[in-house]
């Protein structure tokens, strides 16, 4: 059988961009392998959960070892590029987060998959590269290098590289060397401000544009303008940041007040799953204080550790020690809590930490205006915000000094009829000025001069 492309010492940088390119890899990273970076030690991939923002990984699950330690675990999708273009899944890949610590590190990745890279990742050998390649659809296309091939050679002539986390961005293209995924996302944005005024639409798949009249069509007219097509994945992708669209009455005021979505995840926990919605509604909700008749409502603002008299609950975190800023539990959860033991709803915190898995470790926030008249239009502000270094660590954190709240919109109507209509609406949200508390690092930028 062939040796493996990773040994070839003629493979070159553009053969890897090429293979990558052709397996629908949207941004390269690579990671520098120290000693203890092999298949015996797991490689290391941070001291937070930030690798939980970089990689797509699937659904957490909490486990207890032998020894009694509480871990989380994440599967990958995770495969090996062949010399041919296929590339060889390793289905025992997967992430393992240690919140005692906190850190995270990779597993599994050459159990089961034929071909694997096992000359290079089972050494302990300094120079070694590893490559991981992400895809939209939430797939890692893996290569592995050994210090002395032409490939590792090449990558050390690469300068200016651009880090998140404990990973470097190396460029997809050539045309993008010597230039920085946040460089080019601003001079785009800045492209975009120049034009004003955007009719209304969506990119599809195939590079054609769809008329659109939703609400959400600020956010679907901004990323056509970014070559992003609407194709239903859950988030915005432009070089690794999520795009974030909001509108506003003045692009260049945005109010310190103004209120964001950050999710809309449904409790996983609680009398709201055991019993269902109607009963939810019915036990702990309240006549519609509007006076609309036969309507029961559950709403409010919710803040971790305050009383809402409105329906006696209160949001409480389970598991997580905010003077430490460290996860107690694997298996804990933000809850609705009534006196000491009823639990009205709750959201597990693997199920959190899945969700805020889908945020990039880098997003920028777009302000825009909306134009109605003669058609539905958008323009973008010149000032944007860039966030960088988010973790599920830092949303506990905003959770406890309440800095992200619980905001539900949820109602019964025809609540005395035999088949009332339920809408479910559960989100949670941040005031515009506290989304530094989400980022390592914010700051606005502005665009016209990028």
Known sequence: MADLLSHLPGITLDQLRAGMIANGVRQLLVKELAPNDNSKNQPYLGGNFEALSILPAGELRAERTERGVEILKAPLAFGWLQEDGRVEPAPGAQLILYPQYPEVRMSGFLKG????PSAVMTTRDPGRLLFLGI????????WASGPETALAREYHELEGLEPTGVFLKVPLRPQEENRTSREILL???????????I??????ADGTHAPCQAAQCVGYTLEAELGVSRNGYAEPDFMGWEVKAGQVDDYRRVPASK????MTPEPTGGHYRSEGVESFIRTFGYAD????????NFGGIFREGQHHAGTDLTLRLFGYDASSGKITDAEGSLALVRGEDT??????????????NRKHAQAVYVPAERRKEPEL???YGGTVRLGEGTDFLRLLKAFADGAVFYDPGIKLEGASGPRPDIKRRSQFRIRSSDLPSLYRRMEPVEVSGA
Request: aromatic share 10%; hydrophobic share 50%.
């Open 113 to 116: 998959s034929r071909n694997a």
């Open 135 to 142: 895809t939209d659809d939430r797939r890692i296309v893996a």
């Open 187 to 197: 001079a785009t944005l800045a492209a975009i401000h120049a034009k004003d005024w």
């Open 199 to 204: 009719s209304s639409y969506a990119l599809r």
């Open 259 to 262: 209120v964001m979505t950050l």
């Open 289 to 296: 204080k509007l006076g609309r008749e036969d309507r029961l």
């Open 343 to 356: 639990v009205a709803a709750s959201w597990s915190f693997t199920a959190l930490a899945g969700l805020w």
């Open 377 to 379: 239009a958008y323009r």
